[in-house]
Nanobody, 118 residues
Framework: QVQVAESGGGLVQAGGSLRLSCEAS???????MGWYRQIPGNERELIAD?????SIRYADPVKGRFTIARDEATSHLKMNALKPDDTGTYHC???????????????WGRGTLVTVSS
């Protein structure tokens, strides 16, 4: 079984920093990892992702402030200069190919809450 879990959320003042982590356990090959933010009443929006070849995408509002990195089956999102608009539940997504399968499957964590106060 594949399991994905996030950690690192919390309450921080504007201008502060947090480091989120997402760890996947099981047997698989990592294709891509990403972080998405969701607030009540809205769809999840891409914050950052990284593919197996190292290519990275960032949402415009976080460019220059957030950094995504991968260490084997774990992804990290370093969040600097946090703003109140960054508040939300952050979900990690890991695109993983399990043994004997051609296509990758997306696995979602249950989310970690980030609250940025003004």
């Amino acid at each position: 079984q594949v399991q994905v879990a996030e950690s690192g959320g919390g309450l921080v003042q504007a201008g502060g920093s947090l480091r989120l982590s997402c760890e996947a356990s099981g047997s698989f090959t990592v294709i891509a990892m990403g972080w998405y933010r969701q607030i009540p009443g809205n769809e999840r929006e891409l914050i950052a992702d990284i593919s197996a070849d190292g290519s990275i995408r960032y949402a415009d509002p976080v460019k220059g402030r957030f950094t995504i990195a991968r260490d084997e089956a774990t992804s990290h999102l370093k969040m600097n200069a946090l703003k109140p608009d960054d508040t939300g539940t952050y979900h990690c997504k890991e695109s993983l190919r399990t043994p004997g399968k051609r296509n990758a499957t997306n696995y979602w964590g249950r989310g970690t809450l980030v609250t940025v106060s003004s």
